[in-house]
């Protein structure tokens, strides 16, 4: 998954600097190029987030749009992880409104067909993941990160721009949120 | 897989299969996002225009100037010279000094301390900065807090942190630096003025975390993964030194009194919650080009170091939580935040060199109704 900072050519961008980086402008951005280039992964890591393929598609065009309009738009070379950050802080906002209508979803049926393997495996995939993203954000973020983007804590420091101390904290406390839906795969 | 990874191989097979099924159901982004994104791009940003000149204001209020020179003329980063290169999953090997082994020198003549403040300023874990009675522990007013974090901020501005991680105070006794995660970035720093003149923040300042303010004003020093770095607040270049050893976390800096040397604590042990049992304190001196180590002191196991101008000393990380640990401008007093007692004053009035151990019972313990304080700076 091409979306880690060292092997996307993305770079730390601290918040600050982020916000007062030189006179680049919006009519510099190439949109297209970007989307072309980044716009499936994106999307891609939002319905990881958020287990919505429409609401991944709200976030990953508010990503893009704040791009083309921002004051100060990222630099060369930055996109991806202003775009990446941008898609993660984003999910956090419908993240609390997913998890509660996940809590009143029914639950299927639990029919013969249900009970093949394989479609219960592929339930039992589904309930981990709906764990994950009932997670609070930021140990979804690092979850998800770490074991659907292949990054490494440094990485996901990187990206999230936290301590990597702070990611082995949120994934310590994840792992103890995940535990009985990880059990249930066992 | 790292070693100190809480997942087994199995649970990372299974987060793994069961993340990456979902996005192989993913259909590609295609040309209806694409021109919808073209359509909302094109829309006038007018609303941007007051937030983008109050954080103009903002910068140019705390003479930031010199960061917004683009290219070459910004941090400058070096490197510690002729560093050993420990393995950095293992503590560091000490040098077989005195000060290495033990965490405090002995009691010396009393010395006169310098008065504790009135007023401290804590942050809870609920995400209030509050302003506190040193004497009562009463709270006296809130300068911010962040229920909803995102309620009062515009729908495009970018900044909406989640919580207060730390605080540190500007020696002039009006700025308060507020250290947040982690919107839109972990170790975004809020300027607010302690008499609440300033309202709450909206922009972030600087950046780091592990904060502390020289006592001659002009330096805000902050850690950010392995770099240390310097914050003018004169409106000077950040100056960024790289100390070179990927793999440690540090907790904490202290900068001395006109930012020529500073404390950072480095974390060597975490318990299963990541609470933090064990740490060490490396004296840096900061020349031109490099960040010289001159002095490097480990705690005892169970105990957090704690250094400020060549002086060293330890607080318990047994039981209450210690949530912070910090030493005042004159290295005379220290203040610990725990968890299930608040605040506690220590002196530190030992000779040159060494600080004696917490007297029993402590000297000043503030008390608090809670929410549980997380930090506290005066």
């Known amino acids: 998954v091409e979306l880690c900072v060292n092997r996307s050519g993305g770079g730390r961008v601290y918040g600050t600097v982020m916000a007062m980086a030189g006179p680049r402008t919006a009519e510099h951005v190439d949109l297209d190029g970007l989307f072309r280039a980044h716009a499936t992964p994106l999307l891609r890591l939002a319905v990881v987030l958020t287990g919505d393929q429409d609401l991944a598609e709200e976030l990953v065009q508010e990503a893009f749009v704040r791009v083309a309009r921002a004051a100060a738009p990222p630099q060369p070379g930055t996109e991806l992880a202003y775009l990446r950050r941008t898609v993660v802080n984003l999910s956090h906002g419908h993240h609390r409104r997913l998890r509660v209508a996940r809590r009143h979803r029914p639950e299927p049926a639990g029919d013969a067909a249900a009970a093949e393997t394989t479609a219960g495996r592929r339930e039992d995939q589904r309930r981990v993941a709906d764990a994950v993203r009932a997670l609070p954000d930021r140990q979804r973020d690092c979850t998800v990160l770490r074991f659907y983007a292949d990054c490494t804590d440094r990485e996901i420091a990187e990206i999230l721009d936290i301590s990597p101390g702070s990611v082995k904290t949120h994934l310590h406390r994840a792992r103890a949120a995940l535990t009985d839906a990880l059990e249930a795969l066992r | ?378």
């Open chain 2, 1 to 378: 897989m790292t070693p100190t990874d809480p997942f087994t191989e199995a649970e990372a097979a299974a987060l793994r299969d069961a993340l990456t099924a979902d996005a192989e159901e993913t259909a590609e982004a295609g040309a209806e996002m694409f021109d919808g994104i073209r359509a909302r791009a094109g829309a006038p940003r007018s609303r941007r225009l007051p937030w983008v000149l109050a954080a103009a204001a903002v910068l140019l209020t705390v003479g930031l100037g010199a960061l917004l020179i683009p290219g070459d003329s910004g941090d400058e980063q070096v490197d510690v010279a002729d560093r050993p290169d420990p393995d950095p999953t293992q503590p560091t090997e000490l040098p077989d000094t005195a000060a290495t082994t033990e965490t405090t020198a002995s009691a010396g003549d009393p010395v006169e301390l310098p008065p504790r403040p009135d007023e401290l300023v804590g942050v809870t874990e609920d995400g209030r900065l509050v302003v506190i009675d040193v004497d009562s522990g009463e709270e006296l007013r809130e300068l911010w807090a962040l229920a909803d974090p995102t309620a009062s901020l515009p729908d495009d501005a970018e900044i909406a942190p989640n919580h207060i991680a730390g605080v540190a105070l500007h020696p002039n006794g009006r700025d308060v630096f507020v250290e947040t995660c982690c919107e839109p970035a972990g170790g975004s720093i809020f300027t607010v003025a302690i008499d609440g003149s300033t309202g709450e923040p909206t922009q972030p300042t600087h950046g780091g975390y592990g904060m502390d303010v020289s006592a001659d004003g002009r330096w805000l020093a902050a850690m950010s993964s392995n770099l240390l770095l310097l914050h003018d607040l004169t409106g000077g270049r950040t100056r960024t030194f790289d100390l070179g050893e990927e793999g440690f976390e540090y907790a904490r800096v202290a900068v001395n009194e006109d930012g020529t040397e500073v404390t950072a604590e480095r974390v060597l042990e975490r318990d299963e919650e990541f609470r933090m049992l064990h740490s060490e304190a490396v004296v840096l001196r900061l020349e031109d080009e490099e960040a010289v180590e001159v002095d490097r002191v480990r705690a005892e196991p169970g105990r957090r170091a704690i250094g400020a101008y060549a002086r060293f000393g330890s607080v318990s990380t047994g039981t209450p939580t210690v949530e912070s640990i910090r030493v005042d401008a004159t290295g005379s007093w220290g203040l610990e935040v725990a968890e299930g007692i608040g605040i506690v004053w220590y002196p530190f009035a030992g000779p040159p060199g060494g600080w004696t151990d917490p007297p029993e019972p402590a000297t000043g313990q503030v008390p608090w109704p809670g929410p549980r304080l997380v930090d506290a700076a005066w």
